[in-house]
C-alpha cells in the first residue's frame, strides 16, 4: 500500500485499555472499585503508552450482570461514585491526552428501569412498545428461544398476561429497536454524554438489536432444558444496518469519535459490512471467531483444544475480509478467560513471562487497534476459586446451578475454571500487599493469591517484566507507521508451531514469527534483516526459535 492511500484516524494508531472498574482499584475501602479509584491510576495508564481507555458500564444498574443491566443510562452507579467523580476522571484523562470510549449496552436495559417499570403495568402504556412483549403459544413462551443466560428467553408477567424477551438475564430485557421512540431516546441519550466530552463508545452486542420478523422458532439443537438457541433469528438481521447508519448520522457525524461494535456470531464478510468505510456504520467491530476457537458445538462450556492451524485461518480471514475497513485485535476481555492460562502456559515463571510477551508481539503488531484488557500487562492468570462460592457472574452461577441438577456439577466446574468470566474480573494486582493492593476491605471478588509475585508493583522493578515489555511493543507500534497502516501478508502459513506475518509499507517490511508452542520451533527459510524486538535475551539461533519465543525482524 502506497502512504499517500492511507485513511487516518487516532483510533487507528493507538492502542485502548480496557478497564473494568468494579476491579480495578478500590479508593474508598469498600471493597469495590470506583472511579475514584482508576483517578489515583491515571499516571500508571498513560505510562503504558495507551491512546485511550474503554470503561464497562458505570451508570446506574442493580447489577444483576455487574452493570450490563442498566437502570439510568445518565446516573453513576452508586459504588463507582457520583457524577462528579466521572467528570473529575474524564478530565483526569483528557489531561494526559487520553481519549475516553464509553460502553453502551442498548440491546436491553435493566427491568428497573423506568421505560419497563412502566413498560409492563398495562397493554396500553405509553412505554408498551419500548420492550418486545408477545402472547404466549399453547399456554407456553412465545417460541422457543433459548437464552446467553437462563433456559428460556421469555418471562412471564402477571401483571399484563404477556411474555416479555430476554436473550440475557430475566432482568435484562430487550429494547424494541423497531419503534422509533426507542432509537430517539437512545441517540439524544448518547449525544447528551458526547456531549459531556466523552470520545466514542463500544456498543454491547449491538448486532442482536434487531430481530427476524415473526420471532420464529429456532431450529437447532435443544438444549437441555427443551429451547433452542437461535442466533440465525437475532443476530445480523438486516434492520441492524439502518439503525446504524441512522445512529451515525444522528449522533457520530462531525464528532472525532470512535465506536466498536461488539458482535457476536458475525462472519467477516459481516464484520466488514459494519465496518465499510463507504457505509460508514462503525468503526470497528469485536469478532468471536477466536473467542470461540476452544468452544464446541454446544458453545462455550463444551471446551474443545484450540489448535494454530484454526487460528491462522481466522487471523488471516478477518485481517483479509477488513484489509479496507479496520480491525480490533485482543486476546480477551471481562468475557473471556485469561490469555496466558488459555492459550500458552503458566507451568513455570519463566515460561509464563516468555509466552505472556509472545502472545503480546503476535496480536498487538497485525493491522489493527490493540485492545489491552487490565491485567494483561502483567500477564495476569485463571483463578483457583475453590468452590461454587468464589463465584459472582451470573452465567456461571446459572450454568452451574442448571448442570448440578442434572448430575453434572464436576463436568460444570471444571469447564467454568477454565472458561468462567470471574476469571477475567478478579481483582487487578498493584502488590503484594494484603488484597493485592487492590483494596483495604473485603474484595467483592476474590483476589488471585499469586498477586503476591504477579502485580504491577513488581514488574515496575523487573526490567524483563511483561510491563516493560508492552510498554516497548506500544511504543514501537506507535513509532512505525508500517505497524499501523502497513499491509497485511502471512507467512508460515503451514507450519504447526510458527505464527508469522508481515507488514509492508512503501519500501518497509517488518516480519513477525511467534512459536506458539512449548518446544523448539524451526523457520522454514531464513528472515532477511534486523531483528530489531525479541521477548527473549541471549544468542539468536537464526532459524530456530525457542519455546514462545518471538520475534519482530526489520528490511
Ligand atoms: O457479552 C455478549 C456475549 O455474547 C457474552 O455473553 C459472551 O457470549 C459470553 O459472556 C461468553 O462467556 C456482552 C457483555 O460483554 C457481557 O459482559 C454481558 O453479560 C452481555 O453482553 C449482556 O449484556
Ligand atoms: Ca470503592
Not at 487520553?98 to 409492563?120: G, K, Q, T, Y
Not at 430485557?173 to 456531549?195: G, I, S, T
Not at 462503525?282 to 471467531?289: K, R, T
Not at 509499507?505 to 530489531?532: H, P, Q, R, Y
Request: with cysteine; proline share 4%.
Amino acid at each position: 500500500m502506497e502512504s499517500n492511500k492511507i485513511r487516518r484516524a487516532w483510533w487507528k494508531e493507538s492502542a485502548v485499555y480496557q478497564i473494568y472498574p468494579r476491579s480495578f482499584f478500590d479508593s474508598n475501602g469498600d471493597g469495590i472499585g470506583d472511579l475514584n479509584g482508576i483517578a489515583q491510576k491515571l499516571d500508571y495508564i498513560a505510562s503504558l503508552g495507551v491512546g485511550a481507555v474503554w470503561l464497562n458500564p458505570v451508570y446506574d444498574s442493580p447489577n444483576d450482570d455487574m452493570g450490563y443491566d442498566i437502570r439510568d443510562y445518565e446516573a453513576i452507579m452508586q459504588e463507582f461514585g457520583t457524577m462528579a467523580d466521572f467528570d473529575a476522571l474524564l478530565n483526569g484523562l483528557h489531561e494526559r491526552g487520553l481519549r475516553l470510549i464509553m460502553d453502551l449496552v442498548v440491546n436491553h436495559s435493566s427491568d428497573e428501569h423506568a421505560w419497563f417499570v412502566e413498560s409492563r403495568k398495562s397493554k396500553d402504556n405509553p412505554y408498551r412498545d419500548y420492550y418486545i412483549w408477545r402472547d404466549g403459544k399453547n399456554g407456553a413462551e412465545p417460541n422457543n428461544w433459548a437464552s446467553f443466560f437462563t433456559p428460556s428467553a421469555w418471562k412471564y408477567d402477571e401483571t399484563s398476561g404477556q411474555w416479555y424477551l430476554h436473550l440475557f438475564s430475566e432482568k435484562q430485557p430487550d429494547l424494541n429497536w423497531k419503534n422509533p421512540a426507542v432509537r430517539e431516546e437512545v441517540y439524544a441519550m448518547m449525544n447528551r454524554w458526547f456531549d459531556r466530552g466523552v470520545d466514542g463508545f463500544r456498543m454491547d452486542v449491538i448486532n442482536l438489536i434487531a430481530k427476524a420478523e415473526g420471532l420464529p422458532d429456532g431450529s437447532g439443537k435443544p438444549t437441555p432444558e427443551g429451547y433452542v438457541f437461535a442466533p440465525e433469528y437475532f443476530a445480523d438481521q438486516v434492520n441492524v444496518h439502518d439503525y446504524l447508519q441512522e445512529m451515525r448520522h444522528k449522533c457520530f457525524d462531525g464528532r472525532d469519535c470512535m465506536c466498536v461494535g461488539e458482535t457476536p456470531f458475525s462472519s467477516s464478510e459481516t464484520g466488514y459490512s459494519y465496518v465499510d468505510p463507504e457505509k460508514g456504520e462503525l468503526d470497528m467491530v469485536f469478532s468471536f471467531d477466536l473467542m470461540d476457537i476452544d468452544s464446541g458445538k454446544s458453545g462455550k462450556w463444551e471446551i474443545i483444544p484450540w489448535n494454530l492451524a484454526r487460528m491462522k485461518q481466522i487471523v488471516e480471514d478477518w485481517q483479509t475480509a477488513l484489509s479496507n475497513g479496520w480491525n480490533s485485535l485482543f486476546w480477551s476481555n471481562h468475557d473471556q478467560p485469561r490469555p496466558v492460562s488459555r492459550f500458552c502456559s503458566t507451568k513455570t515463571e519463566e515460561l509464563r513471562v516468555r509466552s505472556a510477551k509472545m502472545l503480546g508481539t503476535a496480536m498487538h503488531l497485525m493491522r489493527g487497534t490493540p485492545f489491552i484488557y487490565q491485567g494483561e500487562e502483567i500477564g495476569m492468570t485463571n483463578v483457583p476459586f475453590r468452590g461454587i462460592e468464589d463465584l459472582r457472574d451470573l452465567e456461571s452461577l446459572k450454568f452451574y446451578a442448571l448442570a448440578e441438577a442434572r448430575g453434572e456439577g464436576e463436568a460444570a466446574w471444571n469447564a467454568i475454571l477454565k472458561k468462567g468470566r470471574d476469571n477475567a474480573r478478579a481483582p487487578m494486582q498493584w502488590s503484594a500487599e494484603k488484597n493485592g493492593g487492590f483494596t483495604s476491605g473485603e474484595p467483592w471478588l476474590m483476589v488471585n493469591p499469586n498477586a503476591e509475585t504477579i502485580n504491577v508493583n513488581a514488574a515496575e522493578r523487573d526490567p524483563e517484566s511483561i510491563l516493560h515489555y508492552y510498554r516497548k511493543l506500544l511504543r514501537f507500534r506507535s513509532e512505525n507507521e508500517t505497524l499501523i497502516y502497513g499491509a497485511f501478508e502471512m507467512i508460515e502459513r503451514e507450519h504447526k508451531q510458527i505464527f508469522g506475518y508481515q507488514r509492508m509499507l512503501n519500501e518497509e517490511t517488518f516480519i513477525i514469527v511467534c512459536n506458539m508452542s512449548d518446544s523448539e520451533a524451526k523457520l522454514s527459510a531464513d528472515i532477511e534483516g534486523e531483528c530489531v524486538l525479541r521477548n527473549i535475551n541471549g544468542a539468536i539461533e537464526t532459524r530456530a526459535l525457542e519455546p514462545y519465543e518471538a520475534r519482530v525482524y526489520r528490511s
